[in-house]
């Protein structure tokens, strides 16, 4: 029995290496590594030890992710661009928080949802993740959420901002605010046209950047019960480092590339680990509520930024 359980796991570790390496490929996104990785679940085939490495597959992921930050590209549009995503990002957090209360959502699946809604997707939720140490299943179905609704945003934007005849500044300023990931904003914007394309994408760098702040804060929130001391999320810091580093040495721009894309794909291979490792018992405890709760969410955000932009 033994020495079949241990052919098993072998046999599992080489399936698991070769949809990791599967997960490298440009045509693998992120939400697709995730329900690779589900689908495992759900025929029983888990690794015991791999799944192990999740929380530093998705640290590394996001300090390398750094190196590809813009930030003179940051700052450059950061007069017009700052104000606007501190408000969206602070109200929402706000809102969320007492939304969560109010629907009774899982604390820890309402906080990763929100900082999903209020920043950029997957990644805020990743960052978010490794600080609060929520559940798999948490992690699964707060990325399921925001990964349907940006499927349903890169079709309903663009038909939106053509119907009420917004520019493509105003609608690229929209997208950038109101649009979880960054594929699905910048997917929006070129969709758009080529000036909503770029005010898109300036002002989501600025927006990503609030995963820096929110982190630092939540993690003084959430203490050590025990003990009571803040647990610092240090990988948040080798963010912040990545990015200075990039900006004060440019001429290592084809380095900091490749680091970047191993972070992107980095990232996949965390979401297919995190697929890999839920209970359909538990994310089904997580229920239709928390769903329900994150497309408030989104719809608070697209209209009240919306409104503000267009006012």
Known sequence: MKHRLAVNQK???FIYGALMVFCMFPFISPAIALFIGIGLSLVGLK????TNYTSFALKASIVLMGFGMSLTQVVSVSKTGFIDTAISVISVMIVGYFLARLMRIEGKIGTLISAGTAICGG???AAVASIVNPKNYQISFSLIV???LNALALVLFPLIGHYFNLSQEIFGQWAAIAIHDTSS???AGATYGPE???VATTVKLIRALWIIPLSLLIAFVQTDKSQGKVKIPWFILFFVVSIIIAYLFPAG???YSGLSWMGKKGMVI????IGSNISVKEAQEAGLKSFIYGILLWIFIGVSSFQLLTM
């Open 253 to 255: 721009e084809t380095l």
């Open 196 to 198: 909503a394309l770029q």
């Open 123 to 125: 990644s805020a939720i």
């Open 270 to 273: 965390a979401l297919f680990l």
């Open 47 to 50: 690794h015991k030890k791999i």
């Open 11 to 13: 046999q599992l570790g």
């Open 185 to 187: 904003v910048v997917g």
């Open 146 to 148: 925001i990964f349907i």
